[in-house]
């Protein structure tokens, strides 16, 4: 049986397995876990990833967490091109660096935006804390520089001279507050152009294709019904942007 991958592309980690799978040919089932009715909190879901998170994967019995686990997990099983993960160790360990610095880096306050300024006001009915989505891009407001000001200075792609998982992963996170209105590309001027450039590698069309719900959806229409779940959804965003 084909590998599963458990996704909403409404999330950046699920986009960045999703292109990568599709980019490299990767034979694969999707199962769709629809994060805005609260699938990822069904009894189903949870004995995947009992963290309740997307993406997941799922290989005859062997169960994977954490995007970019899942991303290399596919890289060596299907055996990938090598300049996504590479062989050289110099070269492979500017991507670990890189993998393990954009978690906290990028991926959290990135998301954390969007949850602001999205998807926490559409399920609280409230309206967006302005003061809490500013401190929330102050966050990511250093790395930003740095990508801009240090790192493109120095080299065409975030980690090494050709396209690279760390690319794929800080695309798809940047284009999360991005989609909603917070363009984190108007300012630096190297992102912008690094941005071009990495769509051009991945495939315009398949690009748009993984964004195209995020780019679409300002209001999530398929929002539960169910005021238990809406609850449990807000107290979740709640604690995660305290
Ligand atoms: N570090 C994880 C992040 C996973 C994650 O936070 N996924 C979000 C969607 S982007 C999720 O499933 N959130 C649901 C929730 O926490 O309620 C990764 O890279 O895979």
Not at 210 to 237: C, E, F, G, S
Request: one cysteine or more; charged letters at 25%.
């Amino acid at each position: 049986m084909a590998v599963e991958l458990f996704l909403d592309l409404y999330s950046p980690p699920c986009r960045a397995v999703y292109i990568f799978a599709r980019k490299n040919g990767i034979p694969f089932e999707l199962r769709p876990v629809v994060l805005t009715l609260g699938e990822h909190l069904k009894p189903e879901f949870l004995k995947v990833n009992p963290l309740g998170k997307v993406p997941a994967l799922r290989d005859g019995d062997f169960l994977l967490a954490e995007s970019v686990a899942i991303l290399l997990y596919l890289s060596r099983k299907f055996q990938t091109a090598a300049h996504w993960y590479p062989t050289e160790p110099q070269a492979c360990a500017r991507v670990d660096e890189y993998l393990a610095w954009q978690h906290t880096a990028i991926q959290q306050p990135a998301a954390n935006v969007f949850l602001c300024k999205c998807l926490l006001p559409y399920f609280s009915g409230q309206p967006v804390d302005a003061a809490k989505l500013e401190r929330l891009m102050g966050k990511l407001t250093p790395s930003l520089q740095h990508l801009d000001r240090v790192v493109l200075m120095a080299k065409p792609f975030l980690a090494t001279e050709q396209i690279s998982l760390a690319d794929l992963i800080t695309l798809v996170d940047l284009m999360q507050p991005t989609a909603v209105g917070c363009d984190l590309f108007r300012d630096w001027p190297r992102l912008a152009a690094w941005r071009a450039r990495v769509e051009a590698a991945l495939g315009p069309e398949l690009v748009q294709e993984a964004h195209k719900r995020v780019l679409q959806l300002r209001d999530p229409q398929d929002a539960p019904r169910d005021p238990q779940v809406v609850q449990q959804l807000v107290k979740r965003l709640q604690e995660r942007l305290r």
